[in-house]
């Protein structure tokens, strides 16, 4: 819709390789094209090898603790400072990536598979599994997203673990009907009714012809969703729901810090900043993803 | 009209009936006793603990228990808080303004800032404005409430004092909570009226409107956000829900006394009345605000009957 | 293209410098990085200019030490010109606003301005007539008598005679009330009667000195008979009943309680009202539970007196000029470590003391309580009756000691893991702690990284409030935290006495008879000096046998405008008393 599509379908065709994985090229290129995607794909790379990386980029151990370098301000040795326990703050937000990131697409693919697997069955199936499953969705969604997952930690008991099982449960029903509507077209589709007819096993039907016509939206969908769960699993720490201390989870780091927001403000800065930063790399990439795979998608 | 409502309403029942259930298991079949939570850490013997489970009736059988809260519900919410012993109804309506007031303020300043950016990024899409107002709806909607709402009184209350920090009753004490609630939903908002408006100004209407001569600004706002509005006002019922579960944080961090900290509370305090009565309220209030988004879509389209051909 | 990107550059860039400069607006009042923040306040600079006129409050810590004299600011203007409206900011929402039957002790807080105790504590031990005329007390020390002040009215007019106190009391003891504090605090309790309308005679199961203290807080000040049976549940709700300067005009529960001026007030206490009062025409409490937003509300100017104030705030506070700060030691038992004797290993006295000896409590306080706390030695506070101030030089940190120690335990530190074993078990240790309170949470997270340097592996369990209360009840825990407020040195039954011990407050799970016996005959014990004694005693027992850590005594950080004047700390630093405040115009 934008003129980067456009001017991707005006590319010259003469490179593009046999027919089979143009299609990927292509959504590929486009998406090369999208500025907001590039640059949301740059930082999340980044912050991707800085977590794998961290312990050759800092030299600080990221729960060690030093009382006498307690609350120093960002300066040279430690460029984010220190917190109340002298633990540098440079190393806690690294580190941090490590937990938050994993936590965000773990949560987002339990989701998704309770989605994946409810959407299929419901919109396939129709009838009393419809109605089941949709039913199930409505009460999940009468309950606001992070009241259920609130509900859900306070039943397992506070983890990291729970938070994500907890986030992914709680953000499933979204993708139960994004599922459900793609499947209810994809089925009317002629060389579904025509593979049927034919009498092709449901489950090839589902997995060759349905599955990939939700793919899109899917993808989409989950790819901000990685955000929003970050974001989720930081109020849970907020609420005292989150990881165990002293793990450096950057929604954590911010609860613990909250008395030494105006006092030492680079403790709570940074991971704050951390949230923001990599929660719009991640949204970038997702947006530009929505105007590449499904324009028209309703977000 | 009428009929459809009723229907409506029926098929409703079933799923607040289903809601009281799940919440009741969810109470009852996991750990965490509420006498003890009670008591805390105050000198308890074992059979004082017993005691106070009895006075608070949880030694009765589990069906005799759903059974005495389905009534007390039905009888407008007549059961009583575990904790404080208060009437379930007054706990929540005490507390229904404020976050009624929170939700609905930050509900319009999420539709002005989101709808209005919208539109105008659409009307001029990749141009610096569309690319500045996009980055900063990104940014608004990546940011943690707790932590937007610290900073905001910190600048805006202790360094300005432009407003008082907590509390409620007058504008000035909404503005901040709801702005901090407002911003983080206005983003998605806004991407999406930019979205729709972007596909509904493309259409042939829009082109044989200006090419009559209607002046911009009711080709806009006449033909263009008229057509783009019902993915928009599904969006925006959706997000009245959110805006709940938002402001569960929000309450907390600008003090304010609302069903979200209620629930919350309960919750952890493992309050059964109490978690039971409020979320069926919430569960209830999100079916009509459902009830009334389906409602509007026939007032926005004429071609949409309601009732007809439903399956 | 090119420039479509370098535009979204310049406002990512924006946001980023935008971000950054409000971070380094905030940056004021921070210690210079190249000096570590002193943690004496002393080195601060000033006090607040003046201190108000306050007969039992401890000035702030700065001021004390700073010598600054006391100018007493109370040259009392004509008294037609006191008066105000006073916003409290209150740090939790609590249950009810009956004193009988709330488990808060910030309803007490609320309860000295509504309520009258029937005696003051002026100080440790000492006591004065409130609502008593006077008392006396048997020779067997189960039996009081009490007469009562024949000029007493209720808020609702009722005057206040000898039937109030027994059905107060009666109410209490009552299982269907559910009485929480006012039960613990009404002992041995076992019947009231009526001698006339203004004399009762109060009897105790066994000799019971606390009662003195318990009649001086408000868990146990007389209700209005004629007002609970006329509200029946709803008494704490939409009303209470009592005696106080004040008196209730509007409950918002979690948002705000206010309270308005008593006119009919005449019998208050000398110690608070010798110039007269009350002057507040009104006062707002309002529940801020964040204690950031507290301290953010307190500085906004919105409030004038605001209570639990985060140590990490105390400097900056008290440098603020508008603000007077006061920081009494908080009377009780302060921040604590039970240890839990029945859960192997730490049923082996040796690896107790050697956890005593490895506790860095200066470095908890400086990283945790911005250095403004003090260390603790015994299970009372040092301002409390009864305190031994031997009990210091107990333990000390010393690292070595607490390795050798484990050393003679047959704890070996295996090298490879950091981590001391015996017979191939590593030395774990479950520490069981509220995840929603960051201060437990950091001061958890501190013990870990402390004792690991003597090799022992703590595993920290954070849980919200039914998990933890389940675990620690049942006695899963090695450790956990315990912080206690209260005036009398019978606190130590809550921590040590074997009535306690299974599932009770007692979650060192430790069971002594010797130690019983010593408990109950000091709570036995008229004689404060010979009290005392059986204290010492006490603290001695419960020290050698390293039942728990005493970690910080907190201070009690409240604070107001420095317009609002004549607010009276009371000695033991849990109450402010506003029977004489007032607000200068």
């Not at chain 3, 609502?131 to 048997?138: A, I, P, R, T």
Request: net charge positive.
């Amino acid at each position: 819709m934008t003129t980067s599509t456009t001017r991707a379908v005006a590319q010259p065709v003469s490179a593009l390789k046999p027919r089979h994985d143009s299609m990927l090229r292509m959504s590929l290129r486009r998406l090369l094209r999208n500025r907001g995607a590039v640059i949301g794909g740059i930082i999340l790379l980044v912050l991707i090898v800085a977590a794998v990386a961290a312990p050759l980029i800092s030299p600080y151990d990221p729960v060690e603790m030093n009382p006498p370098a307690r609350l120093q301000s960002p300066g040279l040795s430690h460029p984010f400072g220190t917190d109340n326990f002298g633990r540098d703050i440079f190393a806690r937000v690294l580190y941090g990536t490590r937990i938050s990131l994993p936590m965000g697409i773990i949560a987002v693919a339990i989701s998704l598979i309770i989605g994946l697997v409810g959407g299929l069955l419901a919109g396939y199936y129709g009838r009393w599994v419809d109605a089941g499953i949709m039913r199930a969705v409505d009460v999940m969604l009468a309950f606001p997203g992070l009241l259920l997952a609130l509900a859900i930690v306070a039943t397992l008991g506070p983890s990291l673990v729970n938070a994500m099982i907890a986030v992914g449960i709680a953000a499933a029903p979204t993708y139960i009907r994004v599922v459900r509507a793609n499947v209810l077209s994809a089925r009317e589709y002629d060389y579904v009714e025509a593979a049927r007819s034919v009498g092709v096993p449901e489950r090839t039907i589902i997995l060759r012809h349905i599955l990939p016509n939700v793919s899109a939206p899917v993808i989409v969908l989950a790819t901000l969703g990685v955000a929003g769960a970050i974001i989720t699993a930081a109020a849970l720490s907020y609420l005292g729901l989150g990881v165990k201390p002293p793990t450096p989870e950057w929604g954590s780091m911010l609860r613990e810090a909250s008395n030494y927001l105006r006092l030492a403000p680079w403790t709570t800065t940074f991971p704050g900043l951390a949230i923001v930063v990599a929660a719009l790399a991640i949204n970038l990439l997702g947006d530009g993803l929505r105007d590449t795979l499904d324009p028209r998608m309703k977000l | 009209m009428f009929r459809y409502i009723l229907l409506r309403i029926a098929l409703a029942l079933p799923t607040i009936v289903l809601v009281s259930i799940l919440v009741f298991l969810m109470l009852y079949l996991t750990p965490g006793d509420p006498a003890s939570i009670y008591v805390g850490d105050r000198q308890a013997t074992p059979e004082r603990l017993a005691q106070v489970r009895h006075e608070m009736g949880l030694d009765r059988p589990i069906l005799v228990q759903y059974a005495d809260f389905a009534t007390g519900m039905l009888r407008g919410g007549a059961s009583r808080s575990l904790q404080t012993n208060r009437a379930v109804s007054d706990e929540i309506m005490e507390r229904l303004p404020s976050t009624l007031e929170l939700t609905i303020a930050a509900f319009l300043i999420s539709v002005f800032i989101g709808g209005g950016l919208g539109i105008l990024s659409a009307l001029r899409p990749n141009s610096w404005f569309d690319t500045a107002t996009r980055a900063v709806a990104m940014a608004g909607v990546s940011m943690p409430v707790f932590w937007l709402g610290a900073l905001v009184i910190f600048i805006f209350s202790v360094q300005l004092r432009w407003f008082p920090v907590t509390g409620e009753g007058g504008w000035e004490r909404l503005v901040m909570p709801a702005a901090v609630l407002g911003l983080v939903t206005a983003a998605p908002l806004m991407r999406l009226v930019r979205g729709s408006m972007l596909e509904v100004m493309g259409m042939d209407y829009i082109t044989t409107a200006r090419a009559k001569g209607q002046r911009e600004s009711a080709v806009v706002l006449g033909h263009g956000l008229r057509n783009a509005l019902i993915p928009i006002v599904t969006v925006m019922g959706l997000q009245l829900g959110a805006l709940l579960g938002g402001a569960v944080i929000t309450e907390a961090v600008f003090a304010r006394p609302g069903i979200g900290r209620l629930i919350v509370d309960s919750i952890l305090s493992k309050d059964f009345p109490v978690v039971q009565a409020t979320i069926l309220y919430v569960a209830v209030i999100y079916i009509v605000i459902n009830l009334v988004v389906d409602i509007s879509y026939g007032f926005l389209d004429p071609r949409i009957r309601l009732g007809a051909g439903q399956r | 293209m090119q420039t479509r990107l370098s535009r979204l550059g310049v406002v990512l860039l924006a946001l980023a410098v935008l971000a950054i400069a409000t971070a380094c607006a905030q940056q004021a009042p921070a210690p210079a990085p190249a000096a570590p923040a002193p943690q004496q306040p002393a080195a601060q600079a000033q006090p607040p200019a003046q201190q108000p006129a306050q007969p039992q409050a401890q000035p702030t810590a700065a001021a004390k030490a700073a010598a600054a004299p006391t100018t007493a600011a109370a040259a009392a203007p004509a008294a037609g010109n006191k008066g105000g409206n006073l916003v409290y900011g209150l740090n939790t929402k609590f249950d009810t606003l009956d004193p009988t039957v709330s488990t808060f002790s910030v309803v007490s807080t609320i309860g000295y301005n509504v309520f009258d105790p029937l005696v003051w504590e002026t100080a440790p031990g000492k006591f004065e007539g409130g609502l008593l005329e006077s008392w006396d007390v048997s020779a067997d020390g189960k039996e009081y008598t009490l007469k009562l002040r024949k000029d007493v009215k209720f808020h609702d007019g009722t005057p206040l005679k000898a039937d109030a106190i027994k059905f107060t009391f009666d109410r209490i003891v009552d299982p269907a009330t559910k009485s929480q504090s006012a039960l613990s605090a009404i002992g041995p309790y076992d019947s009231t009667t009526v001698v006339d309308d203004y004399t009762a005679k109060v009897k105790f199961k066994q000799a019971y000195a606390p009662f003195l203290n318990s009649m001086s807080t408000p868990v146990l000040s007389p209700q209005s008979p004629t007002a609970v049976q006329k509200a029946g549940k709803d008494y704490g709700v939409t009303t209470v009943i009592g005696t106080g300067p004040y008196k209730l005009k509007s409950y918002k529960p979690d948002q705000e309680v206010v309270l308005e001026k008593n006119p009919d007030y005449k019998w208050g206490p000398k110690f608070l009202t010798a110039n007269g009062g009350p002057y507040l025409d009104t006062i707002t409490f309002r529940i801020i539970p964040e204690d950031s937003t507290r301290s953010a509300t307190l500085q906004s100017g919105e409030l004038t007196f605001a209570d639990s104030l985060p140590a990490e705030e105390f400097k900056s506070l008290s440098s603020d000029k508008n603000l007077q700060i006061l920081s009494p030691v908080q009377a009780g038992s302060g921040w604590s470590a039970m240890l839990n004797v029945t859960n192997p290993p730490l049923d082996d006295v040796k690896v107790r003391q050697a956890l005593e000896w490895a506790t860095d409590k200066q470095g908890l306080i400086d990283t945790v309580f911005s250095g403004v706390f003090k260390p603790a030695c015994s299970p009372l506070t040092s301002n409390m009756m009864g305190y031994d101030a031997k009990t210091c030089d107990k333990y000390k940190f010393d690292p070595a000691k607490a390795g050798a120690l484990l050393d003679e335990a047959g704890w070996k530190l295996n090298s490879g893991t950091g981590i001391r074993e015996k017979d191939g078990k590593a030395l774990k240790l479950d520490f069981y702690f509220r995840s929603d309170s960051p201060v437990t949470r950091n001061m958890a997270t501190f013990l870990q990284s402390n004792w690991k340097k003597s090799g022992v592996d703590v595993n920290l369990q954070g849980l919200e409030r039914a998990g933890y209360f389940d675990a620690v009840r049942a006695g899963k825990h090695h450790v956990q935290f315990w912080w206690e407020t209260g005036g009398d040195p019978d606190v130590v039954r809550v921590l040590f006495h074997s009535s306690n011990a299974d599932g009770g407050t007692n979650r060192n799970r430790y069971k002594n008879a010797d130690m019983d016996k010593l408990i109950d005959d000091a709570a036995a014990q008229a004689d404060p000096a010979k009290r005392s004694a059986i204290y010492s005693q006490i603290q001695d027992k419960a020290l050698n046998e390293a039942i728990m850590i005493y970690l910080a005594d907190p201070l009690t950080i409240v604070g107001g405008s420095t317009k609002l004047k004549g607010v009276v700390m009371d000695w033991s630093g849990n109450y402010p008393f506003f029977h004489a405040a007032y607000i200068e115009k």
